[in-house]
Structure formats: C-alpha cells, structure tokens
C-alpha cells in the first residue's frame, strides 16, 4: 500500500506560480512512475506531468515550458513547479503513483487561477 498526500494548492492570479507538493508513505520502494494529473469541472481528469525512478520526465503540450515534475527521493516527495499560470490551468490537480500492477491516487488539492 501507498499513501500520498498533496499540499500547496491554492488562489493565485493568471501569471503567478504555485509548488504542489505530494507526499508518499508505506511502501514507497515499490513505486516505479509518479505523476501529476488534473480535472476541471465538467472535464476528464487528464496527465499533467509524470517522473520516473530514474528521473525521466514527461510533460503535457499545455504546460510545456511552464510546469517542472520533481522527485525527492531523499524526503518520498513530489513536485509541481508552476509558473506562467493560466485560468486554463485551473482544476483539482491529483498525485499518483504507479507500482507493479497498482495505482494510487492521492485526495487532490485545488488549483484556483483568477483572470
């Protein structure tokens, strides 16, 4: 079992930055990906971003250039970086981890980005 835990959402203004955290606990030594999803009202819940072990990154066209998926082994926390926020970017952003054969999700934090 994981347990993931997401921090860091918030109200902030079109241009500003936010850092979601996502904390993971039990046993995290069985976790291959993580990433970072979101969903706003009405849509399907879509990849933002996804890391690997290894550090291997993958990004969606959307956010390219503005968002940065970090992992900290050291502390089992991950990162969103966001910068350059659009009222697009909008939605309850979820944590996920991928180990062989499961999928945990974490509660979901609030992204709210006003125009």
């Known amino acids: 079992q994981v347990q993931l835990v997401e921090s860091g959402g918030g109200l902030v203004q079109a241009g500003g930055s936010l850092r979601l955290s996502c904390a993971a606990s039990g046993n995290i030594f069985s976790i291959n990906r993580m990433g970072w999803h979101r969903q706003a009202p009405g849509k399907q819940r879509e990849l933002v971003a996804r890391?690997?072990?290894?550090?291997?990154?993958f990004y969606a066209d959307s956010v390219k250039g503005r968002f940065t998926i970090a992992r900290d082994n050291a502390k089992n926390t991950m990162y969103l970086q966001m910068n350059s926020l659009k009222p697009e970017d909008a939605a309850v952003y979820y944590c996920?981890?991928?180990?062989?054969?499961?999928?945990?999700w974490g509660q979901g934090t609030q992204v709210t980005v006003s125009s």
């Open positions: 996920r981890a991928l180990t062989n054969g499961y999928s945990y």
């Open positions: 890391i690997t072990g290894g550090g291997a990154t």
